[in-house]
């Protein structure tokens, strides 16, 4: 159902996966220390009629981490 797939540029990995064509775009943000799969239970119910984008933010997932490191604010 989804494609799961890392970006690399400049030195950093980012996680993300995406679903069919199937609508315009629905983009999922997770919070702070989680992963793209926590919204695993939404997607079959939502792929049918939008073009899934969930990302792993930097540091979470499969993500990479930065080198200098990061705060949670």
């Known amino acids: ?3 799961e797939q890392l ?3 400049d030195g950093l990995s980012l996680n993300f996966a ?3 064509c199937n609508g315009p ?3 999922f943000f997770h919070g702070v220390m989680r992963r793209w799969q926590c ?3 939404l997607i079959p119910s939502l792929s049918s009629r939008w073009h899934i984008h969930a990302p792993d933010h930097r540091g979470h997932g499969g993500a990479s981490r930065p ?4 705060l949670v604010c």
Not at 67 to 70: P, V
Request: proline content about 11%; overall charge positive; charged content about 5%.
């Open 18 to 20: 995406t679903g069919p």
């Open 25 to 27: 775009a629905l983009v």
């Open 7 to 9: 970006f690399h540029h």
């Open 1 to 3: 159902m989804l494609n």
């Open 39 to 41: 919204f695993v239970p």
């Open 67 to 70: 080198k200098s490191g990061y």
